[in-house]
């Protein structure tokens, strides 16, 4: 038996990020994306969570609790 491994992404609205997020919901992955603003153009699929930005903004590091893999 295999679970889905949730993966936790920055970056995921970049020219590399978008590639990969596409990809990883093709195969099948829970996909959480930090990001300052949503892109309304995105897969449903994806779950967006908004930090503002990173430079200013403290993160709270709750958000990684329950993520197998994070990718930035």
């Known amino acids: 038996m295999t679970t889905t491994r949730r993966i936790l992404i920055s970056g995921a609205t970049g020219f590399i990020g978008r590639q990969l997020t596409a990809k990883l919901l093709d195969t099948g992955y829970q996909i959480s994306a930090l990001c ?13 969570i908004r930090t503002g930005d990173l430079a200013t903004t403290r993160v709270d590091p709750a958000i990684g609790r329950g993520v197998d893999v994070f990718i930035h």
């Open 36 to 48: 300052r603003n949503e892109r309304p153009d995105s897969p449903r699929a994806l779950s967006w």
